[in-house]
């Protein structure tokens, strides 16, 4: 099957710490999937090389086909990226902001896409709403929305259901899972509320000490550390667990 996002030996030094250390990974269409692990794994400096906003040691990223960092242009048109720190703009309507990026991104016929974007989550009803009136949840919402104005072929989020009310994280999984399987949406998203990264995701890679550690379906990368869930295996690193589970026949190759 075709991938839409490959990293290959991605290597990361700042100065005497090494932040990333060999980190391969490849995202198929359609396919959701998580990058986990601690504060210092290496998951924002991963993150930042795979949108290269900083180059690797050593190793390399493709996006789309378009190799970093010559290609990173064309692979960029193919991306969406939102984090749930990310600012919009506070005196636009949700509409006009979301016209604004829509025709950033070239977008032709923009109120369609931003009715469609609106719906998928549940949401129409802040179309005429201003930045300063959105709460929160809202404005993860909208943020979500802008980065798949242009149907991108990979969407990107960095910790977007963080501290988000029950109702609003319902609205970002189901509106992201239809996504992803009515436009083969590749999506990698970060985040450390291990209950949604369960629910929402269909494979998990975990991080620690610059490496990855696991890669596989949740239920399977739980098991392999003797934990019931994904937060067991997340709270055994963070607490400084042994980083070397069982070794299985089922990983997933390099």
């Not at 939102?82 to 016929?109: D, T």
């Not at 501290?163 to 970002?172: E, I, T």
């Not at 739980?222 to 980083?243: M, N, P, T, Y």
Request: hydrophobic share 40%; with cysteine; charged share 25%.
């Amino acid at each position: 099957m075709q991938v839409v996002l490959q990293a290959q030996g991605l290597v990361k030094r700042y100065k005497d710490k090494l932040a990333v250390d060999g980190v391969d990974l490849a995202v198929r269409p359609g396919e959701r999937v998580a990058l986990l692990g601690p504060n210092g794994a290496g998951k924002t400096t991963t993150l930042m090389m795979l949108l290269g906003v900083i180059s690797p040691d050593s190793g390399w990223v493709e996006v789309a086909g378009h190799r970093f960092p010559g290609g990173r242009s064309e692979a960029l048109e193919q991306v969406g990226f939102s984090a749930g720190y990310m600012p919009l703009a506070e005196r636009l309507r949700v509409r006009e902001f979301l016209k604004m990026y829509a025709e950033l991104y070239g977008v032709r016929h923009p109120e369609g896409r931003i009715a469609a974007g609106l719906e998928r989550f549940r949401v129409p009803e802040l179309s005429e709403v201003m930045g300063t009136e959105l709460s929160s949840g809202q404005r993860t919402l909208v943020g979500i929305i802008k980065a798949t104005l242009h149907h991108p072929r990979l969407l990107i989020l960095d910790e977007p259901t963080a501290s988000l009310d029950p109702d609003v994280a319902l609205r970002v999984r189901n509106g992201l899972m239809e996504l992803c399987r009515e436009q083969g949406t590749a999506l990698l998203i970060t985040s450390h509320n291990m209950v949604e990264i369960q629910r929402l995701c269909d494979r998990v890679v975990f991080l620690s000490a610059g490496r990855i550690i696991a890669d596989d379906e949740p239920d399977a990368v739980a098991e392999r550390f003797g934990r019931a869930d994904l937060e067991g295996v997340f709270l055994h690193l963070a607490d400084g667990g042994h980083e070397e589970p069982r070794r299985q026949e089922t990983d997933r190759p390099a």
